[in-house]
């Protein structure tokens, strides 16, 4: 089953934060994740939630999100992330397939 990581990203330092786009985009894939949004203009239809930056990624399964977020490659690109900005996120199971 397919799952998605969504974050929704507030950034306040934008330089640092171009060195994580920078970075992330390989360790993504490494991990057979790809963008299905990355930063595209939004419109809020219904509520409160003010987004930002929405980014949405699509991983084959659970466990590839998993490793992705939990791999220590990551954790010093994912540092960059957690100075340059304050994000949200979560990761959702997708529809099973028949």
């Given at each position: ?22 970075q992330v ?74």
């Amino acid at each position: 089953m397919k799952t998605y990581l969504i974050a929704n990203i507030n950034i306040h330092d934008g330089d640092h934060f171009a060195d994580y786009a920078a970075q992330v985009p390989g360790i993504i894939a490494k991990h057979n994740g790809r963008y299905l949004v990355r930063g595209g203009e939004s419109e809020v239809v219904e509520g409160s939630w003010q987004p930002q930056r929405v980014v949405v990624l699509e991983f084959p399964s659970r466990h590839d999100a998993d490793n992705f977020i939990n791999d220590p490659e990551y954790a010093p690109i994912a540092a960059i992330r957690h100075e340059a900005a304050h994000t949200d996120l979560v990761i959702v199971d997708g529809v099973p397939t028949q």
